[in-house]
Nanobody, 125 residues
Framework: QVQLVESGGGSVQAGGSLKLSCVVS????????MGWFRQAPGEKTHEGVA?????????YYSDSVKGRFTISLDNAKNTLYLQMNNLKPEDTAMYHC?????????????????WGQGTQVTVSS
């Protein structure tokens, strides 16, 4: 049974925008972090992009996206979003949403035990 489903990826030119969505089943809706990670072509690891701490709504961003990306959560729709503006070629990656039950360092991918299949974002120069 699929528990996190991403959508909204695509191909854009540098400077463009995309909004990613992730529908989360209630079972997977954790009380820890909900976040977005990305895996660039040829990379083995997932880079933490942004996360939201569910108990108080505090948000976190990597330095590479701060000021350009915005994470948000619609509780009524059980949907996590990532608004991406001023996209750069180095943002090209597979983007995954993830859910963690506990706290810790938000960009540590090992905290997250629920992952979506991903949505591809390609930014051309």
């Amino acid at each position: 049974q699929v528990q996190l489903v991403e959508s909204g990826g695509g191909s854009v030119q540098a400077g463009g925008s995309l909004k990613l969505s992730c529908v989360v089943s209630e079972y997977t809706y954790r009380s820890g972090y909900m976040g977005w990670f990305r895996q660039a072509p040829g990379e083995k690891t997932h880079e933490g992009v942004a996360a939201i701490w569910i108990p108080n709504g505090m948000t976190y961003y990597s330095d590479s996206v701060k000021g350009r990306f915005t994470i948000s959560l619609d509780n009524a729709k059980n949907t996590l979003y990532l608004q991406m503006n001023n996209l750069k070629p180095e943002d090209t990656a597979m983007y995954h949403c993830a859910a963690a039950q506990s706290g810790g360092v938000w960009y540590n991918s090992y905290l997250y035990d629920g992952w979506g299949q991903g949505t591809q974002v390609t930014v051309s120069s």
